[in-house]
């Protein structure tokens, strides 16, 4: 069965630092989405993107962060100085035109 | 601004009877409705959903049951296994295209 594939599984930075967390949706979907989830609180949306652009942000999505989907296949999640409340699990997701989405197994950042 | 509101953080059910996890939402534009299974450590997987002209969508041994004038949905699962141990999450989109809106989902325990 198809499979949405995040990488790194776990990933430790430095407050500050520049993360980009990776992902691969399944190839024939056409809407992109990253979400979190702060540990033991629910799964907050990120973003959306269709057609190379974002369609949608929630207040999270501040200026630090960003998205691209940069050779057609991959499409990544950057913070660009990562604070001590960015840790959390993140997770990308990828649908085609029905209504349900497939998730990753998500990449746990961790700030210190 | 809990737009999906699951108000049992945590259910224990024994083997083999049925689990009944509630879910109610305060937005009438929605119209989609779906449950999400998630496990530590992995992204949510989706189980179950329902369209807002339905009242009841079957799948084995889950039934989703959506009250409109109520604005409440509940999934249950009969019987109960303990592999269906897991945090069950509620969402909700507005259109096909829409981001999923979850709930802070419910931890059930099914005890052998």
């Known amino acids: 069965e198809p499979e949405v594939t995040q990488t790194p599984s776990h990933q430790v930075t430095q407050m500050g630092q520049e993360v980009i967390l990776r992902c691969v949706p399944i190839?024939?979907?056409?809407?992109f989405y990253w979400y979190r989830q702060i540990l033991g609180q629910k799964v907050e949306f990120l973003v959306s993107?269709?057609?190379?652009?974002?369609?949608?942000k929630s207040e999270i999505f501040d200026d630090q962060f960003s998205v691209e989907r940069p050779d057609g296949s991959n499409f990544t999640l950057k913070i660009r100085s990562t604070k001590l409340e960015d840790s959390a699990m993140y997770f990308c997701?990828?649908?085609?035109?029905?209504?349900?989405?497939?998730f990753g197994s998500g990449t746990r950042l961790t700030v210190v | 601004d809990q737009q999906v509101k699951q108000n049992s953080p945590s259910l224990s059910v024994q083997e083999g009877r049925i689990s009944i996890l509630n879910c109610d939402y305060t937005?009438?534009?929605?119209?989609?409705f779906l449950w999400y299974k998630k496990y530590p450590a992995e992204g949510p997987t989706f189980l179950i959903s329902?369209?807002?002209?339905?009242d009841k969508n079957e799948d084995g041994r889950f039934t989703v049951f959506l009250n409109k004038s109520a604005k409440h949905l509940s999934l249950h699962i009969v019987p109960s296994q303990p592999g269906d141990s897991a945090v069950y999450f509620c969402?909700?989109?507005?259109?096909?295209?829409?981001?999923?809106?979850f709930g802070p989902g419910t931890s059930l325990s099914v005890i052998p």
């Open positions: 997701a990828s649908k085609d035109r029905s209504y349900g989405y497939t």
């Open positions: 190839s024939n979907h056409l809407y």
């Open positions: 993107f269709y057609n190379n652009e974002i369609s949608e």
């Open positions: 937005n009438s534009m929605f119209d989609y």
């Open positions: 329902i369209s807002s002209i339905k």
């Open positions: 969402a909700a989109k507005k259109t096909s295209y829409d981001k999923v809106i």
